[in-house]
Every structure is written in C-alpha cells, then in structure tokens.
C-alpha cells in the first residue's frame, strides 16, 4: 500500500550544540537529513514527502534536494514552535491517500523492511507505532529518590515511523488543537481518542540524533551496514 510520510525538520539541535540545524552535520560526507530522506526516495510504495522546516532553513534544504537528486519532496512547510505544530502544519497540506507515516528526520537508519511492516498494521488497525523492548531496569523515581521498580516485560522504547489512517491522524490533531494539548508523540493523540495503537517491532540501530554522543553510534552503525556481507 501506497503511504505519504511527514518528517518534523524544524528543531535548531540546541542539544547538539552544533550552533545550526544538526540535519545539516554529516555522517560520511553526506548530511543526516539526506541519509533519511534517501530511505524513502527508494522506496517504492512511498508516493511522497512533506517536510516541515524552520524558514530560515528552506533556501539550503532545496539545495541539499537538488545537489542529492531527491525528487519525492511534495512540499516545504514551516515548522511551529512545537515539534506537534511542525506536524500539524504539514499534515494539513495531505489532500489525498489513505495512509501518513510521521517520521523524525534525525533517525536516518529506519529501513525500508520496517517501514513496510509498519503500513501493513497500520492497514489493518488503523495506528500502528514502531519500537523495541526495553533492555534495562526501569525505574520510577521522584525527588531524587527510587520509589518503585518498573516491571520491564511490558515496557517498550517507542521510535518513528508512526502510521495512521490519515483521517484518524487529522481527527487526533484536531481534538489536541482544541483542547489545548500537546503530547510527546502522534500516537499519544491517538490514544485520546480511544482508538488502539499497535506496536511493531523494530531494531535498535533505530536511534534519534540527539546528542554529540550518538554521532560516534551513528558512525558505527554506519560501518557496520557498508560491511561486507551486510544487509
């Protein structure tokens, strides 16, 4: 099935502390923000890319689109003070499909295998997230203090892409605008409708650039993928 996918590329990486957009630093030659747009340039079934972005980054993001020939880029839209208004914004501009993936530019290792896994649930139940089990103890503390230990086996560390039923997505964005809510994901709005997600699992090479130190994970993975006899 044929899906669109919206990718939140507004935020300034002021956790990086590369003093610009941390899309724009480079793993291998190659900006990060290429790297993810490149998995869904080659996927078949991707039928279209919407990115939000900060104004002030539009004009070097249409060179980057130009110079690494991606040409499933529907559309620029500006990005909101908030990662959820980013969203908002481009998913507005969807004028047709029945389904819209949501997936953070800074994770540039999602692969194409996943993301068809993920619109196949989605297909089915209508939301379905992808992530992987936690692999430490979790712990709920408050005030410094550990006041419980979290039962693990239930526990999942949620990644993008996130699909949905377009109409549903649209249905959660509206409700959230209308009461005042801002979640920590697309799924969290979902799930105020009452409507079940799905889960997928997916693999923890899947990671977020965040910090300086994932770069150095980022170039691992890297090596470890252009290795021979490697998928």
């Known amino acids: ?10 935020g300034q990486g002021k956790r990086m ?11 291998n030659g190659i900006p990060v923000l290429i790297h993810t747009l490149k998995v869904f340039e080659e996927d078949e079934l991707c039928d279209g890319m919407i ?9 070097e993001f249409n060179v980057l689109l130009k110079k690494y020939n991606i040409h499933k880029v529907t559309g620029l839209v500006p990005g909101g003070k908030e990662r959820q208004y980013s969203i908002y ?6 004028t047709n499909g029945s ?14 295998e996943q993301i068809h896994r993920l619109i196949e649930t989605a297909k089915k139940t209508g939301a379905a997230i992808i992530g992987v089990p936690a692999k430490d103890t979790m712990k709920k503390v408050q005030v410094g203090t550990v006041v419980e230990t979290v039962e693990r ?10 699909a949905f039923r377009i ?3 649209l249905e959660a964005y509206q409700k959230a605008e209308m009461e005042r809510f801002v979640g920590t994901d697309d799924s969290s709005l979902v799930e105020r409708l009452g409507h079940p997600v799905a ?3 997916g693999d923890y090479d899947n990671i977020k650039l965040t910090t300086p130190e994932d770069l150095y994970f980022a170039e691992a993975i890297l090596k470890k993928r252009q290795a021979p006899g490697t998928l």
Do not use: C
């Not at 990115?51 to 004009?59: I, K, R, Y």
């Not at 914004?89 to 969807?94: D, I, M, P, R």
């Open 1 to 10: 099935m044929a899906y669109q996918v919206i990718l939140p590329a507004a």
């Open 17 to 27: 502390g590369a003093g610009k957009n941390k899309l724009l630093l480079e793993l």
């Open 51 to 59: 990115l939000a972005v900060h104004p002030q980054d539009f004009e």
């Open 89 to 94: 914004n481009a998913l507005k501009t969807v």
């Open 99 to 112: 389904i819209i993936l949501v997936h953070d530019a800074a994770r540039p290792f999602i692969r194409k």
């Open 153 to 162: 086996s239930s526990l999942w560390a949620v990644q993008t892409p996130q």
């Open 167 to 169: 109409s549903l997505l």
């Open 199 to 201: 889960i997928v699992e």
